[in-house]
């Protein structure tokens, strides 16, 4: 007998329908595992399962007003909504899937260019290599600015030194690397 001292499934829907939260917990205790291990084995994960058990008492509570219980038990109408609740979920996460795969096949490149990255990588040296003949202001200059990304007011605060001077030097510091990596003629 449970604590609402309704015995069968039918007066417990009934009573759930009409309002009763207690009925509807003796309903769900009476049936969360078994709902949880049928959503288990069609979604394959704890987590998920656990949200498709929640769904699924959920949707329950919702459909409890026009429910006609058939039989003597309700569980075979919670799995029936168990299931629709998994095939929805899995059909979203493969969506999500398909949608996440197009959104990477369309950030990586179609090839692989070796040369390119031979050329990219032998200009990086040879920036670096310019860079580490700067005088330190210049190097701590071109290496918050330029590698670190900050603008010329935070770059002059962390610095010491003045917006118009990281400004300058910078402006130094590209035009020394522009004539260095592009040879005059060219």
């Not at 003949?133 to 007011?153: K, M, S």
């Not at 962390?158 to 522009?178: A, C, D, E, Q, W």
């Amino acid at each position: 007998m449970s604590d609402t001292g309704i015995r069968t499934d039918a007066e417990l829907v009934a009573a759930a329908a009409a309002g009763s939260q207690a009925a509807f917990r003796a309903l769900y205790r009476a049936y969360i595992r078994p709902v949880f291990w049928v959503a288990h084995a069609l979604v394959g994960t704890r987590a998920d399962a656990e949200d498709v058990a929640q769904e699924t008492f959920l949707a329950a509570w919702r459909k409890l007003p026009g429910l006609d219980l058939a039989g003597d038990s309700l569980l075979p109408w919670l799995v029936t909504i168990c299931r629709f609740q998994a095939a929805n979920r899995v059909r979203r996460q493969q969506r999500e899937r398909a949608h996440l795969a197009a959104s990477a096949d369309e950030t990586l490149p179609a090839t692989v260019d070796v040369e390119r990255q031979v050329v990219d990588a032998l200009l990086v040296e040879q920036i670096l290599r310019e860079v580490r003949t700067l005088g330190e202001l210049d190097q701590g200059i071109f290496r918050l600015c330029a590698a670190e990304g900050y603008g010329y007011q935070a770059a002059a605060d962390r610095l010491g030194v003045s917006h118009g001077v990281v400004r300058n030097r910078l402006s130094r510091i590209r035009t020394r690397l522009r004539s260095t990596i592009e040879p005059e003629g060219t």
